[in-house]
Protein backbone atom coordinates (compact mmCIF):
# COMPACT_ATOMS: atom_id res chain seq x y z
CA UNK A 1 0.00 0.00 0.00
CA UNK A 2 1.29 3.60 -0.62
CA UNK A 3 -0.69 6.14 1.29
CA UNK A 4 -0.18 9.36 3.44
CA UNK A 5 -3.31 10.35 5.38
CA UNK A 6 -4.67 7.21 7.82
CA UNK A 7 -8.56 8.08 8.41
CA UNK A 8 -9.74 5.90 11.72
CA UNK A 9 -14.00 5.49 11.91
CA UNK A 10 -15.04 6.04 15.61
CA UNK A 11 -18.07 4.20 16.68
CA UNK A 12 -17.07 0.15 16.28
CA UNK A 13 -13.26 0.70 15.40
CA UNK A 14 -12.53 2.87 18.37
CA UNK A 15 -14.22 0.58 20.28
CA UNK A 16 -15.69 -3.02 20.35
CA UNK A 17 -18.94 -2.89 19.58
CA UNK A 18 -20.05 -4.75 21.85
CA UNK A 19 -19.86 -2.07 24.48
CA UNK A 20 -22.10 0.39 22.56
CA UNK A 21 -25.11 -0.67 20.68
CA UNK A 22 -24.45 0.85 16.87
CA UNK A 23 -28.14 1.85 17.05
CA UNK A 24 -27.31 4.03 20.02
CA UNK A 25 -27.81 6.98 18.61
CA UNK A 26 -31.10 6.19 17.05
CA UNK A 27 -32.42 5.11 20.38
CA UNK A 28 -31.36 8.03 21.68
CA UNK A 29 -33.02 10.09 19.09
CA UNK A 30 -36.03 8.49 19.14
CA UNK A 31 -36.14 9.13 23.13
CA UNK A 32 -35.64 12.70 22.58
CA UNK A 33 -38.79 13.01 20.32
CA UNK A 34 -40.77 11.05 22.91
CA UNK A 35 -39.33 14.08 25.66
CA UNK A 36 -39.92 16.66 23.32
CA UNK A 37 -43.69 15.38 22.94
CA UNK A 38 -42.60 14.61 18.79
CA UNK A 39 -43.48 10.88 19.05
CA UNK A 40 -44.72 10.49 15.65
CA UNK A 41 -41.39 11.83 14.42
CA UNK A 42 -39.30 8.63 15.34
CA UNK A 43 -36.78 8.15 12.68
CA UNK A 44 -37.17 5.57 11.33
CA UNK A 45 -34.73 3.95 7.87
CA UNK A 46 -37.40 3.11 5.54
CA UNK A 47 -39.92 6.35 6.29
CA UNK A 48 -36.58 8.71 6.26
CA UNK A 49 -33.42 6.89 3.98
CA UNK A 50 -35.06 6.48 0.33
CA UNK A 51 -34.31 8.62 -2.38
CA UNK A 52 -37.82 9.78 -2.43
CA UNK A 53 -37.89 11.87 0.66
CA UNK A 54 -36.79 15.26 0.93
CA UNK A 55 -35.15 14.64 3.72
CA UNK A 56 -32.49 11.94 3.60
CA UNK A 57 -30.37 10.14 5.91
CA UNK A 58 -30.03 10.05 9.55
CA UNK A 59 -28.35 13.09 10.18
CA UNK A 60 -30.14 15.85 7.43
CA UNK A 61 -33.23 14.04 9.56
CA UNK A 62 -31.65 15.19 13.20
CA UNK A 63 -31.43 18.19 12.00
CA UNK A 64 -34.52 18.49 10.16
CA UNK A 65 -36.45 18.03 13.56
CA UNK A 66 -34.14 19.94 15.74
CA UNK A 67 -35.29 22.86 13.79
CA UNK A 68 -39.25 21.88 13.82
CA UNK A 69 -38.70 22.19 17.78
CA UNK A 70 -37.02 25.44 17.41
CA UNK A 71 -33.75 24.10 18.93
CA UNK A 72 -30.56 23.87 17.69
CA UNK A 73 -28.92 21.19 16.11
CA UNK A 74 -26.13 21.19 19.24
CA UNK A 75 -28.78 21.22 21.28
CA UNK A 76 -30.80 18.58 20.03
CA UNK A 77 -27.30 16.37 20.17
CA UNK A 78 -26.72 17.06 23.16
CA UNK A 79 -30.38 16.06 24.62
CA UNK A 80 -29.52 12.58 22.51
CA UNK A 81 -26.04 11.53 24.21
CA UNK A 82 -27.72 12.44 27.46
CA UNK A 83 -29.54 9.59 26.69
CA UNK A 84 -26.48 7.26 25.71
CA UNK A 85 -24.71 5.27 28.37
CA UNK A 86 -21.53 5.16 27.44
CA UNK A 87 -19.94 3.63 30.63
CA UNK A 88 -19.79 0.30 29.20
CA UNK A 89 -16.55 1.21 26.68
CA UNK A 90 -13.92 -0.13 28.49
CA UNK A 91 -10.56 2.29 28.65
CA UNK A 92 -7.73 1.49 26.49
CA UNK A 93 -5.88 -2.03 27.32
CA UNK A 94 -4.06 -2.13 24.02
CA UNK A 95 -1.96 1.44 23.73
CA UNK A 96 -4.66 2.46 20.80
CA UNK A 97 -3.47 6.03 21.67
CA UNK A 98 -0.06 5.80 21.98
CA UNK A 99 -0.10 3.83 18.68
CA UNK A 100 -1.66 6.16 16.96
CA UNK A 101 0.75 8.69 17.71
CA UNK A 102 3.97 6.97 16.75
CA UNK A 103 2.08 6.12 13.60
CA UNK A 104 1.81 10.27 13.45
CA UNK A 105 5.44 10.26 13.08
CA UNK A 106 5.15 8.52 9.63
CA UNK A 107 1.99 10.05 8.47
CA UNK A 108 -1.10 12.21 8.74
CA UNK A 109 -3.78 10.79 10.57
CA UNK A 110 -7.19 12.09 11.12
CA UNK A 111 -10.71 10.70 12.62
CA UNK A 112 -13.74 11.13 10.47
CA UNK A 113 -17.07 9.64 11.88
CA UNK A 114 -20.62 10.18 10.60
CA UNK A 115 -21.56 10.87 13.99
CA UNK A 116 -21.53 14.24 16.03
CA UNK A 117 -18.35 15.52 17.52
CA UNK A 118 -20.66 15.87 20.83
CA UNK A 119 -20.80 12.20 20.44
CA UNK A 120 -17.28 11.61 19.91
CA UNK A 121 -16.10 13.42 22.90
CA UNK A 122 -18.49 11.27 24.52
CA UNK A 123 -16.19 8.27 23.26
CA UNK A 124 -13.13 9.44 23.57
CA UNK A 125 -13.23 10.47 26.92
CA UNK A 126 -15.02 6.91 28.30
CA UNK A 127 -11.97 5.39 26.05
CA UNK A 128 -9.06 7.45 26.72
CA UNK A 129 -10.04 9.72 29.70
CA UNK A 130 -9.42 12.61 26.46
CA UNK A 131 -11.32 15.12 24.30
CA UNK A 132 -10.79 15.83 20.76
CA UNK A 133 -9.31 18.97 21.65
CA UNK A 134 -6.39 17.14 23.45
CA UNK A 135 -5.72 15.22 20.03
CA UNK A 136 -2.52 15.68 18.30
CA UNK A 137 -4.17 15.03 15.11
CA UNK A 138 -7.75 16.66 13.65
CA UNK A 139 -11.47 14.93 13.88
CA UNK A 140 -13.98 15.15 11.16
CA UNK A 141 -17.50 15.23 12.22
CA UNK A 142 -21.01 14.91 10.49
CA UNK A 143 -20.67 18.57 10.47
CA UNK A 144 -17.39 18.86 8.07
CA UNK A 145 -19.15 18.37 4.84
CA UNK A 146 -22.16 20.43 5.51
CA UNK A 147 -22.92 22.73 2.53
CA UNK A 148 -26.46 24.06 0.81
CA UNK A 149 -28.26 22.66 3.84
CA UNK A 150 -27.39 19.19 3.15
CA UNK A 151 -24.86 16.86 5.41
CA UNK A 152 -23.19 14.94 3.55
CA UNK A 153 -21.17 11.54 5.31
CA UNK A 154 -17.70 10.69 4.98
CA UNK A 155 -18.11 8.25 2.06
CA UNK A 156 -20.05 10.62 -0.36
CA UNK A 157 -17.45 12.66 -2.83
CA UNK A 158 -18.18 15.76 -1.36
CA UNK A 159 -16.55 15.00 2.07
CA UNK A 160 -14.16 12.91 0.16
CA UNK A 161 -13.40 16.20 -1.98
CA UNK A 162 -13.07 18.23 1.37
CA UNK A 163 -10.76 16.17 2.70
CA UNK A 164 -8.26 16.12 -0.47
CA UNK A 165 -8.42 20.36 -0.37
CA UNK A 166 -7.74 20.82 2.99
CA UNK A 167 -4.47 17.62 3.06
CA UNK A 168 -3.36 18.07 0.06
CA UNK A 169 -3.81 14.51 -0.78
CA UNK A 170 -5.43 12.68 -3.33
CA UNK A 171 -8.33 10.12 -2.62
CA UNK A 172 -5.84 7.54 -3.54
CA UNK A 173 -3.61 7.81 -0.96
CA UNK A 174 -5.68 7.64 1.61
CA UNK A 175 -5.86 4.54 3.79
CA UNK A 176 -9.78 4.06 6.04
CA UNK A 177 -9.96 2.10 8.76
CA UNK A 178 -13.69 1.12 9.03
CA UNK A 179 -15.71 -0.90 10.63
CA UNK A 180 -18.83 -1.23 7.69
CA UNK A 181 -17.95 -3.67 4.47
CA UNK A 182 -20.86 -1.17 2.38
CA UNK A 183 -18.79 1.98 3.40
CA UNK A 184 -15.32 0.48 2.48
CA UNK A 185 -16.63 -0.60 -0.49
CA UNK A 186 -18.08 3.13 -1.40
CA UNK A 187 -14.38 4.62 -0.65
CA UNK A 188 -12.63 2.32 -2.56
CA UNK A 189 -15.01 3.47 -5.59
CA UNK A 190 -13.22 6.68 -5.27
CA UNK A 191 -9.87 5.14 -5.10
CA UNK A 192 -9.51 5.22 -1.43
CA UNK A 193 -7.78 2.30 -0.01
CA UNK A 194 -9.23 0.65 3.05
CA UNK A 195 -8.86 -1.68 5.99
CA UNK A 196 -11.74 -3.50 7.55
CA UNK A 197 -11.94 -4.12 10.90
CA UNK A 198 -13.42 -7.31 12.44
CA UNK A 199 -13.67 -9.60 15.22
CA UNK A 200 -9.97 -11.26 14.37
CA UNK A 201 -8.92 -7.85 12.85
CA UNK A 202 -9.26 -5.07 15.22
CA UNK A 203 -7.97 -1.46 15.38
CA UNK A 204 -5.31 -2.69 18.18
CA UNK A 205 -3.61 -5.25 15.96
CA UNK A 206 -4.30 -2.79 12.20
CA UNK A 207 -2.36 -0.26 14.06
CA UNK A 208 0.25 -2.90 15.24
CA UNK A 209 0.80 -3.60 11.19
CA UNK A 210 0.97 -0.35 10.12
CA UNK A 211 3.97 0.61 12.59
CA UNK A 212 5.96 -2.15 11.57
Avoid at 84 to 91: G, T
Avoid at 93 to 110: A, F, S, V
Avoid at 182 to 204: A, D, F, M, R, W
Wanted: hydrophobic share 35%; net charge negative.
Amino acid sequence: MSYKLIIIDCDGVLYHPSELDINAMVYAFNDVCDDLGLSKEKFTHTGHCTSDKPVQGFCNYIAFIAKKSGITLDEFIKKMVDHINYSKIQPDQNDILKKLNQLEKKYKICICTNNHLIHLDKVLKAKFNISSKDLSFEVFDMCYAYKNGIFYNKESPQFISKLEEHFHIKANEFLWIDDNPEITQKLETYGCQTILVTEENPLSRILEKLIK
